[in-house]
């Protein structure tokens, strides 16, 4: 992008970070940086970590940070990293919900040959999706007391997100139009995503999905943002079990809390049953899980099956079109028809409320 050999390796990338860094800085120290490291992850970033240190008068400071660095990508709903800076920005500036601070950014491509942004580097574990939580790991290894206080603690930290004023989001798709609907999230995330996804190709299940929700949606109670990644394995915990941070709000939209909710729930099924692993004892069934809701967010959801079809549609419009990235996951197959059957299952139960 600025007429110099693409650079690969995080390494390299850190070494050309450091001077653009002690721009930033006051005094302009030489900054050193180590223990660079790049996981395998990421769909519209890379990430990389590490160690920036300096001294400020006879101070050595070391701060740990990670760097999210654009990538090319196929869709373009993911192809502005700056989204996920602001929206993480937007949510400190408004609230104490538990995400990673953020002070540097840079939206030339100069630099490093792609827009990037850097935030503190969090301590805390995070569920693992591949292998799934469900089947091994620190979080497989809790109590079922512990694993049942974990997922709520998820719960109640992003029942705080959800009471940002959705106005704290301008830049967000269909802001200026006015207070978000379920229908403008289908509008601008679901429908936007699958127009993308379909490439001219008919899905009738899909296409016969969203003309029933649109136009039946529920009246709402709250709107603000919409993670719209909320699982367990985007949130990272303290050793005491309480949230670290909250995570990954690279296609954060807005509309309904619930459809973060049923998200939340849903994923829960893809990472154990949609891979033939059994569901792990100390996460809430269905009926626990939305009564746990109700009781946090202060209002009854006689109409919870609405967002457990928008979430399951959702997923399914996902894997529609690889948008991957060569991300590779490891994953077991999944079983055919589950997507597909779930879309099929809340539409009809939301279908017989009606």
Known sequence: MNGQPPIQTASELMLRLSGWLSTRLPGTPDIEIRDVVE????????????????REGAELIERPLVARLQRDVAVPMLADVFHQYRVMRAVADS?????????????????????????????GRVPSDFPSYHAEGWFA??????????????????ERLHRIDWRQFPFLPGAADGPPTAGSYLDTFVGHWFEWAAQGQSYPLVEDSLRFLLANQPPVQRVGLVWNDARLGNTMFRPDLEVASLLDFEVASLGPPEIDLAHWMYLDDIFSLNFGIPRIDGIPDEAEAIAGFERIYGWEMPYFSYYQAVAALKILVLSIRDYSNDKKMAAPAALPDFLVDRVRLYIERYANSL
Do not use: C, H
Request: hydrophobic fraction near 45%.
């Open 39 to 54: 996981p395998s992850q990421g769909f519209s970033s890379r990430t990389i970590l590490f160690t920036a240190v300096w």
């Open 95 to 123: 609230s104490d919900v538990q995400v990673p601070r953020i002070d540097f950014a840079e939206a030339d491509s100069a630099m490093l040959g792609t827009p990037f942004f850097l935030m503190d580097r969090i301590d």
């Open 141 to 158: 290894d809790l109590t079922p007391a512990e694993r049942k206080r974990s997922w709520w603690n998820g719960i109640r930290e992003m």
